[in-house]
Nanobody, 126 residues
Framework: QVQLVESGGGLVQAGGSLRLSCAASGRTFSSYAMGWFRQAPGKEREFVAAISWSGGNTRYADSVKGRFTVSRDNAKNTMYLQTNSLRSDDTAVYYC???????????????????WGQGTQVTVSS
């Protein structure tokens, strides 16, 4: 069982930055590939970024590529999402998720994850 808690969201002006964190419970965090998703009001939850359990592979949605960076610290059981050059269309609730994948470079971009956090609100004002 893995419990996930997001933090770091808030209100920021367009062009600003936020660093989101996802803290995981349990001693097997390093066995889980992780992902960030977001959901804006009235829209489907969408993929943002993913990272393999080794940290050696990452992938991003086209809409955030070059602006967002996903990373993890397995010693701290924490994943991060550095968000830069934020735009109004980045406004959403951001969720982290975990899935157990065997290969150290495997990642998942679909919503088929085993565990989800409760989300953290990011609001970008123009």
């Amino acid at each position: 069982q893995v419990q996930l808690v997001e933090s770091g969201g808030g209100l920021v002006q367009a062009g600003g930055s936020l660093r989101l964190s996802c803290a995981a419970s349990g001693r097997t965090f390093s066995s889980y590939a992780m992902g960030w998703f977001r959901q804006a009001p009235g829209k489907e939850r969408e993929f943002v970024a993913a990272i393999s359990w080794s940290g050696g592979n990452t992938r991003y949605a086209d809409s955030v590529k070059g602006r967002f960076t996903v990373s993890r610290d397995n010693a701290k059981n924490t994943m991060y999402l550095q968000t830069n050059s934020l735009r109004s269309d980045d406004t959403a609730v951001y969720y982290c998720a975990a899935v157990r994948l065997s290969h150290p470079l495997s990642i998942r971009t679909s919503k088929d994850y085993d565990y989800w956090g409760q989300g953290t609100q990011v609001t970008v004002s123009s």
